[in-house]
């Protein structure tokens, strides 16, 4: 068992990042190399920006290499909760952003040309409990009646049409969305930006951003650069000068294995549409099948973060949720097994803007394949000028009480989900 992200194992080679020191002038300076910077200089460099991209890492060696790979509509809370929190127009607003998202990152991909085995097969939240689809049932009439019509509730009667597994009670499916291969598209769209200009460096991590006349000086551990605009896309960095957002931000850790490759028949068999799938308990799961026949199979595990060999302890929980859920694959052996850090915020919802003269945008809760893909060519026109574009700039953004960056309370978080898993 590889303790290794799949994606960033199976993916083709990164040949367009820069060798040499990052230094001279740029346009703009995107730090962090993920889905949000990649679109967002791609999205620049389309208009004819110098952008120059650094990431700590690897590029898309962070949560845009270590997730589920699932593209989606929805938002990261159940939405009868957020119209709850919001009202119903607010919370419309939210559920449209992420079908742009999907939207969005649909057609990067036809634009682009990238090969990153794309399906448009949508995605079934699945209810682990009897009253969970009663409260799906819920969602659904809200979701049809204000925002969405492409819906479906599947009852009891229906559910093992879709999933052949004893755990489920009934679903609801948001057929807007899909899965692709994280790795690929990473590749792809780093090929796009560079085509666009863009340099891309890797470990190149941020020690200091100093403002600098009318722009910025920025200290990196592979030389110095001056830029005009800065855009801070690092999502739940624990290292360099980012207090303000790591105050912000719970990185919590949330873990995959998938599968040796298994018959198509099996799979077909197990998951007949072979959907992108979610469950409703808190310490939720989530899978779906791979392009190379493989059962991708994910979830919070541990309230921990992800450090190897530790990570080996979380695949072992995950493997008896799998076999639980689907006892026909007990004998599957486990190839891969990973984590990574979801950026949490407090409310659940996406952050982006600016503070103190740099932009930003993170917090996208563990939805961010969509969102922060979008969120890249949104920021590249609110740089531009037009924050009106920007649908979370009326979003306030509070440090997360007592939190000064290193997630302490996550473990009393993780005992309560637990606890409270029972008896919702």
């Known amino acids: 068992m590889k303790l290794d992200s799949y994606w960033l194992d199976t993916a083709p080679p990164l040949l367009s990042a820069c060798e040499g020191p990052v230094d001279g002038q740029a346009d703009v300076l995107v730090i962090g190399g ?17 952008v120059t991209v650094v990431d700590a890492g690897r590029i898309g060696g962070g949560a845009s290499g270590r997730n589920g790979g699932q593209v989606n509509t929805g938002v990261a809370q159940d939405f009868v909760a957020l119209v709850a929190q919001l009202g119903v127009e607010r919370a419309s607003a939210c559920y449209r952003a992420f079908s742009d998202a999907v939207d969005t990152v649909e057609r990067l991909i036809r634009e682009e040309n990238i090969d990153c085995n794309y399906v448009a097969n949508g995605k079934l939240k699945l209810a682990s409990k009897p009253h969970h689809l009663a409260h799906l049932e819920k969602t659904a009439e809200m979701i049809r009646r204000e925002v969405d019509t492409d819906i479906e509730l599947i009852g009891r009667e229906r559910i093992r049409s879709e999933v052949q597994s004893d755990s489920f009670h009934g679903g609801l499916l948001q057929r807007h969305g899909g899965q692709m291969h994280m790795g690929k598209f990473t590749v792809g ?11 891309l460096y890797e470990n190149a991590a941020v020690s200091a951003i100093v403002k600098d006349g009318s722009g910025y000086r920025v200290t990196t551990a592979r030389g110095e650069v001056r830029a005009k605009q800065v855009l801070i896309a690092t999502g739940p960095s624990r290292h360099g000068p980012f ?13 995959i294995v998938v599968t040796e490759p298994l018959p ?68 599957a052996r486990i190839d891969y097994c990973w984590g990574g850090l979801v950026d949490m915020s407090a409310d659940r919802l996406p952050h982006a803007g600016q503070h103190d003269g740099v932009y930003f945008s993170m917090g996208y809760s563990g939805h961010g394949t969509q969102m922060s893909t979008h969120m890249g060519q949104v920021m590249a026109d609110v740089m ?11 979003t306030e953004w509070p440090a997360i009480p007592g939190h000064t960056g290193k997630p302490w309370f996550l473990p009393l978080v993780g005992t309560y989900y637990r606890i409270k898993d029972i008896f919702y």
Do not use: C
């Open 243 to 255: 207090g303000w957002y790591r105050r912000r931000i719970a990185p919590i850790g949330s873990f």
């Open 384 to 394: 531009d000028g037009h924050d009106e574009q920007n649908p979370w700039r009326e």
């Open 34 to 50: 993920g889905f949000t910077g990649l679109s967002a200089a791609q999205a620049l460099g389309k208009r004819g920006a110098a």
């Open 189 to 199: 769209l780093a090929d796009a930006a560079v085509r666009r200009g863009a340099k």
């Open 264 to 331: 198509p028949a099996l799979l077909q068999q197990v998951l007949p549409k072979q959907r992108a799938y979610t469950t409703t308990r808190l310490m939720h799961n989530y899978f779906r099948v791979t392009p190379d026949s493989r059962l991708l199979f994910g979830g919070r595990a541990r309230f921990t973060a992800s450090e190897q060999p530790s990570d080996a302890k979380s695949g072992r929980i995950l493997r008896d949720g799998l076999v639980a859920m689907f006892p026909q694959l007990a004998s």
